[in-house]
C-alpha cells in the first residue's frame, strides 16, 4: 500500500522568511500533486509533477520532485499572509487511484 | 470556482438512514471520483469512475456506493449510516482516469447524529 509521508504536519512562518515543506512516499511513481485547502473549502491544485527532477513555480511558491528519492518539496519563499492554509501532497502509483499525506497546516504570523 | 458542483452542501441525517450525494463534473471532464475527509483518517479515496464505468476503488465501505449517469453525473449512495460517517464528502472530477489534475468540487458536508 502507497504510503505518503508530510513533514512538518504544522509549520508557524514568519512573514517575509522562506520554508520548505516535504512529501515522502513509499512506493515507485513519477506522478505527484500539490493542493491547497483554506479551512471549510475545497482543494485547489497548485502543481502537478510528471517525470522526475520536474519543477514548477507559481508566484512565491515552488515544487520538485525527485522519483529516486520518492521525494517532492514545496518550498515557500518570502511567506506572507494569504499563504496560511494547509498544503497537502497527492501520489498517484498508476491505479487511478490517489493517496494523499496527512496535509501541513501553515499559519504566517507578522 | 472549480466547476464542479455537489449538492447537497450540508446534510444532518440519524444514524441507520440512507443519504444521496450528487456530484456535477466540469464540462468536458469523463471521470468522477469521490473521497471522504475526515479529522481522524485525512482524506481516502473512496471510489473512481470514467464515462459511466467502475475504475478503481479505494477504502469505501459496502454500506456505500455509487454510479455514474450516462450524462455523466455522479451519485454516491451511503446507507445505514453511523456516527463515524461523518465527514466531507469530495467529488472531484479529471479528463482522463490516467494522468490529470482532478479538479475538486465544493464538498458535501454530512453529519450524522
Known amino acids: 500500500e502507497l504510503k505518503v509521508e508530510q513533514n512538518p504536519l504544522f509549520l508557524s512562518m514568519q512573514e517575509g522568511k522562506n520554508y520548505t515543506i516535504y512529501c515522502n512516499y513509499s512506493t515507485t511513481s513519477d506522478r505527484l500533486y500539490w493542493y491547497r485547502q483554506d479551512p471549510g473549502k475545497s482543494l485547489e491544485s497548485l502543481f502537478v509533477l510528471l517525470s522526475n527532477g520536474a519543477v514548477k513555480q507559481e508566484g512565491r511558491l515552488m515544487a520538485s520532485l525527485d522519483t529516486k528519492a520518492r521525494l517532492s518539496t514545496l518550498h515557500i519563499t518570502a511567506a506572507v499572509h494569504d499563504l496560511s492554509a494547509t498544503y497537502f501532497c497527492a501520489v498517484d502509483n498508476g491505479d487511478y487511484k490517489l493517496s494523499f499525506g496527512a496535509g501541513t497546516t501553515v499559519t504566517v504570523r507578522a | 470556482d472549480s466547476g464542479v458542483t455537489q449538492t447537497p452542501k450540508h446534510l444532518i441525517t440519524a444514524t441507520g438512514q440512507r443519504v444521496t450525494l450528487r456530484c456535477s463534473p466540469r464540462?468536458?471532464?469523463?471521470?468522477v471520483y469521490w473521497y471522504q475527509q475526515s479529522l481522524d483518517q485525512g482524506l481516502q479515496f473512496l471510489i473512481q469512475?470514467?464515462?459511466?464505468?467502475?475504475?478503481a476503488k479505494g477504502n469505501i465501505l459496502e454500506r456505500f456506493s455509487a454510479q455514474q449517469f450516462p450524462d455523466l453525473h455522479s451519485e454516491l449512495n451511503l446507507s445505514s449510516l453511523e456516527l463515524g460517517d461523518s465527514a466531507l464528502y469530495f467529488c472531484?472530477?479529471?479528463?482522463?482516469?490516467?494522468?490529470?489534475?482532478?479538479?475538486f468540487g465544493p464538498g458535501t458536508r454530512l453529519t450524522v447524529l
Open positions: 469512475y470514467y464515462n459511466g464505468e467502475e475504475r
Open positions: 464540462s468536458g471532464d469523463l471521470s
Open positions: 472531484a472530477s479529471s479528463v482522463a482516469a490516467g494522468v490529470s489534475t482532478q479538479y
